[in-house]
């Protein structure tokens, strides 16, 4: 597989680690009521879709730059790549100060989340 | 008709005329007491002990291709029970235990041969970890054998001893391990099960599951609609997507694992070898060819084929403890998809859905299960409530930090 890296152009994945689904950048916030069920989620529930699938890859020897590489797991087709501090900074929520606003916020990502996820084009910017 | 001497003997002296069809091809009814979706080992290995061991009748297995068409016919055929675990080990050694009389109880031969298999270890820290193991097995009944570098020896003469970076000091053996003929477990089970009525459907696609208030009463197919009691999903790769149509998210990742076999050569390798440094496990076949793999590729796939280098870490990882192969040439290689759960271990339980079971999770060691998976999953059909083997294997274990990380991975799953 040949992963097109924002900065260096075509890299051979071998190059990479794969940490797993980008829903991974979202981390839930430890401050909400629902943080048992949402860090479960976060950690060990994954959609495993074939077809495009979104997902985190860190260019270990190269740049070492995180990239969300939006891939067919039918075919191992590379659709697109992007710089995952990118696409956070697009759909990261302003940090949480009291519970309330935390429960707001999650709301709010996971909402995105599943908005970016579906259409499954990298770099979704939500929130 | 029943196989024997006598029926071979008989068969061969009336010019073969008599053979039958094993499996029936029948129609599907409209409602069954329980359905089996997936027609794999392990679908078919539940559906046998179902009919064969709880009194259940009136079965279905509904098979997506032809029964076979997955896993079963896409491994490297080991067979073993070197687990350290609680919730693994009797498990595993259960399913050992049902592999030693399984052809005797399908009347059908599976080529189940028990030659062994060796761990090896390269170092005294790895060594101890061993000691470990093998004690953790001979606690819950299975044999494990410590060899030190001279035992060693005089079994796998050709094994690179002296290799600079990674020395074998000597290995765990399990002599009852061993390998089978994986497509025969398949078709042994597929006749055993026909034999006592349950009706194997194949090329019947599960489109949809019926529920309604929680309740799962059956499913749609591409042959139509199937009503059941009780219906239970055993469809190890495709887990995620069969799932999906139920409304349920899994704590699963599909990936591919490959395999490569060589072409065939004289008998050079005893029985089961494993790298302790590296992945990489081989065994020779009854044909000849040197059966070998290791690591899965790391990236969530549905493809069924991997890419290079993953070869060339195999290809390393066997050159590193056995050179003489270096000169045998690959004859093919291929990929399956995988289940590859958050802590390396599977899942035989209910589902949130009421009627709705759930057998997933294999990673890549579903083949040596398949005996004891079909035997449990069974048993949780059977009576709603786990097998005593499988207890552990439960679904909700992840949110209760029950797991069972055989390798201390963590919630990694291309690490497990």
Redesign the interface.
């Known amino acids: 597989?040949i992963i097109n890296h924002p900065h260096l152009g075509p890299r051979d994945?071998?190059e990479f680690?794969?940490?797993?689904?980008a829903s991974l950048i979202n981390r839930p916030s430890w401050q909400a009521e629902n943080a048992d069920d949402a860090f479960?989620?976060y950690?060990?529930?994954?959609?495993?879709?074939?077809g495009l699938?979104r997902?985190l890859w860190f260019h270990e020897q190269g740049d070492r730059s995180w990239l969300i590489v939006t891939?067919d797991?039918?075919?191992?087709a590379v659709i697109n790549v992007a710089l995952a501090s990118d696409v956070a900074k697009a759909g990261k929520p302003a940090p949480a100060a009291t519970k309330k606003l935390a429960k707001k916020t999650t709301e709010k990502t996971a909402k995105a989340s599943t908005k970016s996820g579906k259409s499954g084009k990298a770099g979704g910017k939500g929130g | 008709m029943r196989y024997s001497l006598w029926s071979l003997i008989n068969q061969a002296l009336t010019g073969n005329r008599d053979w039958k069809p094993v499996w029936r091809d029948p129609e599907p009814k409209p409602h069954y007491d329980i359905i089996i979706v997936g027609g794999g080992g392990h679908g078919l290995a539940t559906a046998y002990y179902l009919a064969s061991r709880y009194g259940m009748k009136n079965i279905a297995v509904l098979e997506k291709g032809w029964i076979g068409s997955g896993n079963i016919g896409r491994n490297t055929t080991i067979v073993r029970s070197n687990y350290l675990l609680d919730g693994n080990e009797p498990f595993y050694e259960q399913s050992l235990k049902l592999w030693e009389g399984l052809e005797q109880d399908l009347n059908y031969n599976v080529m189940m041969s028990q030659r062994g298999i060796i761990n090896l270890y390269h170092s005294d820290a790895q060594r101890d970890a061993y000691v470990r193991r093998g004690n953790a097995m001979r606690l819950h009944g299975a044999d494990a054998e410590l060899l030190n570098q001279d035992q060693l020896r005089a079994l796998c003469p050709f094994l690179d001893f002296k290799n600079a970076r990674f020395p074998i000091r000597g290995g765990l053996l399990q002599k009852r391990a061993g390998t089978a003929r994986h497509d025969a477990v398949a078709w042994g089970y597929a006749r055993g099960a026909d034999q006592r009525g349950v009706d194997i459907i194949q090329n019947c696609d599960v489109t949809d599951f019926l529920i309604k208030d929680g309740l799962c009463t059956g499913v749609e197919t591409s042959r139509g609609t199937i009503r059941a009691d009780k219906i239970g999903v055993a469809v190890a790769g495709s887990t995620s997507r069969v799932m999906a149509k139920a409304g349920l998210r899994l704590p699963i990742e599909s990936h591919v694992l490959q395999a490569f076999v060589s072409e065939g050569l004289k008998p050079v390798i005893p029985g089961v070898i494993t790298f302790g440094a590296g992945h990489f496990y081989i065994s020779q076949s009854d044909k000849g060819g040197l059966v070998f793999g290791g690591d899965i590729d790391g990236y969530n796939s549905y493809a069924q084929r991997g890419n290079l280098p993953v070869f060339e870490d195999v290809c390393e990882g066997g050159m590193a403890i056995m050179p003489m192969i270096g000169r045998a040439r690959l004859l093919r290689n291929w990929g399956g998809i995988m289940d590859m759960s958050m802590d390396g271990s599977p899942i035989i339980d209910k589902t949130p859905i009421d009627q709705l079971y759930l057998n997933a999770g294999w990673c890549y060691g579903g083949f040596k299960a398949t005996p004891a998976s079909g035997l449990c999953f069974a048993h949780l059909l059977a009576n709603d409530e786990p097998h005593m083997v499988a207890t552990k294997f439960r679904l909700d274990r992840f949110q209760r930090g029950a797991m069972i990380d055989e390798r201390g991975a963590g919630a990694q799953p291309n690490l497990h």
Do not use: C, K, Q, V
């Open positions: 597989m994945a071998s680690t794969i940490l797993g689904d479960y989620s950690l060990y529930l994954r959609d495993n879709p074939a699938h997902e891939r797991t039918l075919t191992h």
